[in-house]
């Protein structure tokens, strides 16, 4: 599980992640638990919020990713997603 940088957000980091699921082969590349762990909801009641699922490895694949999931083609574009989405939650509350 990945976190965004601790100083990219006022609130607590750990609140916010990111989760990348490798899979070297198609044979690894489980949708179902990638499905599961999209739609795992954390924190307190009211304040719940789901990760961020990156797939990553070339076992997922050309099929399009499932709702709450990104399929980035290379590092490149794989941390471009994260700093938009630590960026993202940092919101209004950037330093």
Known sequence: MADCPSGTS???SA???AQRL???SRHTADR???RQVAATAFGVRGARTRPLVVLAGPGWG????GPGMLRPTGL?????VLARHCAAVAGPFTS
């Not at 050309?62 to 990713?65: I, K, L, M, T, Y």
């Not at 490149?76 to 471009?80: G, K, N, S, T, W």
């Open 32 to 34: 179902t638990l990638a």
């Open 15 to 17: 609140v916010w992640p």
């Open 10 to 12: 006022g609130r607590s």
């Open 76 to 80: 490149r574009e794989a941390l471009d």
């Open 22 to 24: 490798w899979s070297q």
């Open 62 to 65: 050309n099929r399009a990713p």
